[in-house]
T-cell receptor
Framework: DGGITQSPKYLFRKEGQNVTLSCEQN?????MYWYRQDPGQGLRLIYY???????QKGDIAEGYSVSREKKESFPLTVTSAQKNPTAFYLC?????????????FGNGTRLTVT | GQQLNQSPQSMFIQEGEDVSMNCTSS?????WLWYKQDPGEGPVLLIA?????ELTSNGRLTAQFGITRKDSFLNISASIPSDVGIYFC??????????FGQGTRLTINP
């Protein structure tokens, strides 16, 4: 079945370490996104990519980095510069970055930094 | 960043009751989406609305795109235990700039 796969489901890191979250999709979607979700809040956009080798900052990009070397992959690195990295991270994709294509989400990675 | 005003924040109902929730904004959106999220999972798309005034159903779920393009509502009829979860509205303002509401947490007493 086609879908979006995020791994790992749970991730634990020590403060000061960079960590990379994986997101893979086999839907042949052009656009991919990373969102952060904190308790009691809606989703906030970190980065998005409309096409391979191109990406843009979202509303809360500071302390994060991404790459889009392949259409199906959009990894997110949480750097040590991110002041409050513990959160639930959601990856999404959509058929097109233009028009009105709905976003489809993966099942998330819960990152805990101590 | 901009967020939508979603209400109520939480609902406690009896099984079999109908549910209504809504989202409002001061900005115009060209697409409204409704998602459901189960604990520890990603949001799942329930209904997508593309035209002002559009009324769309998906089983027991009905959603409408407000005429002013600044609001949307979601109704669930005859609720069942598996309807429990958090419901999010999201508005799209071109170029995939999706803005989310803060969610409505639905709890159902059997």
């Amino acid at each position: 079945d086609g879908g979006i796969t995020q791994s790992p489901k749970y991730l634990f890191r020590k403060e000061g370490q960079n960590v990379t979250l994986s997101c893979e999709q086999n839907l042949n979607h052009d656009a991919m996104y990373w969102y952060r979700q904190d308790p009691g809040q809606g989703l906030r956009l970190i980065y998005y990519s409309q096409i391979v080798n191109d990406f843009q900052k979202g509303d809360i990009a500071e302390g994060y980095s991404v790459s889009r070397e392949k259409k199906e992959s959009f990894p997110l690195t949480v750097t040590s510069a991110q002041k409050n990295p513990t959160a639930f991270y959601l990856c999404a994709s959509s058929r097109s970055a233009q028009g009105q294509s709905p976003l489809h989400f993966g099942n998330g990675t819960r990152l805990t930094v101590t | 960043g901009q967020q939508l005003n979603q209400s109520p924040q939480s609902m406690f109902i009896q099984e079999g009751e109908d549910v209504s929730m809504n989202c409002t904004s001061s900005s115009i959106f060209n697409t409204w989406l409704w998602y459901k999220q189960d604990p520890g999972e990603g949001p799942v798309l329930l209904i997508a609305l593309y035209k002002a005034g559009e009324l769309t159903s998906n089983g027991r779920l009905t959603a409408q795109f407000g005429i002013t393009r600044k609001d949307s509502f979601l109704n669930i009829s005859a609720s069942i235990p598996s309807d429990v979860g958090i419901y999010f509205c999201a508005g799209l303002q071109g170029a995939q700039k999706l803005v989310f509401g803060q969610g409505t947490r639905l709890t159902i007493n059997p």
